[in-house]
T-cell receptor, first 114, second 114 residues
Framework: KAGVTQTPRYLIKTRGQQVTLSCSPI?????VSWYQQTPGQGLQFLFE???????NKGNFPGRFSGRQFSNSRSEMNVSTLELGDSALYLC?????????????FGQGTRLTVV | AQSVTQPDIHITVSEGASLELRCNYS??????LFWYVQSPGQGLQLLLK??????LVQGIKGFEAEFKRSQSSFNLRKPSVHWSDAAEYFC????????????FGTGTRLQVFP
């Protein structure tokens, strides 16, 4: 079956712009989580959505937002981009049963802010 | 707050040698612990997880990990490393049962020499 699909794979944006990243979970999965991966900070949790509701939120500024649609697809948005937002953004999907259900990761979207 | 420490940033081993990657966690109750692997340009793949029970956990690709509560450790081991094991390895803890949120360590990059 198809894995977690993230689009686009690569993105270059200019400081001050906004960006929207998309994540299509595995069919039947209702939970989507987002992570930011940078060389300096490692993997940091952004947010988690389950059945269109935000279940958890990490410690990121309000410029980072997300949502989940009724088909479980999720988007995250970053407004007023800063150079420090350059990172690999990973999403993971699961059936939503918490730690007892395995989360599967996509290949990520590499965002470069110039 | 829960945290995970991976003391070794980079480890180099020869193919066929044994491997141990260290992970220490800080958590008050019984932790939910994971090991993930990330190959270059890829997302994360779950190697194994520990919730309770037998403290020696078997995973995929010949990996195992041992939970030691007295040392707050969850070290990953493999008896004989293959060149294809070269990747970055992440230890993670889930702060609660009913969430997909993971707190990751900073990762250990494994290099394998022939």
């Amino acid at each position: 079956k198809a894995g977690v699909t993230q689009t686009p794979r690569y993105l270059i944006k200019t400081r001050g712009q906004q960006v929207t990243l998309s994540c299509s979970p595995i069919s039947g999965h209702r939970s989507v989580s987002w992570y930011q991966q940078t060389p300096g900070q490692g993997l940091q949790f952004l947010f988690e959505y389950f059945s269109e509701t935000q279940r958890n939120k990490g410690n990121f500024p309000g410029r980072f937002s997300g949502r989940q649609f009724s088909n479980s697809r999720s988007e995250m948005n970053v407004s007023t981009l800063e150079l420090g937002d350059s990172a690999l953004y990973l999403c993971a999907s699961s059936r939503g049963g918490g730690v007892n259900t395995e989360a599967f990761f996509g290949q990520g979207t590499r965002l470069t802010v110039v | 707050a829960q945290s995970v420490t991976q003391p070794d940033i980079h480890i180099t081993v020869s193919e066929g040698a044994s491997l141990e990657l260290r992970c220490n966690y800080s958590y008050g109750a019984t932790p939910y612990l994971f090991w993930y692997v990330q190959s270059p340009g890829q997302g994360l793949q779950l190697l194994l997880k520990y919730f309770s029970g037998d403290t020696l956990v078997q995973g995929i690709k010949g990996f195992e990990a041992e939970f030691k509560r007295s040392q707050s450790s969850f070290n990953l081991r493999k008896p004989s490393v293959h060149w294809s094991d070269a990747a970055e390895y992440f230890c993670a803890v889930a702060p609660s049962y009913n969430t997909d949120k993971l707190i990751f360590g900073t990762g250990t990059r494994l290099q394998v020499f022939p």
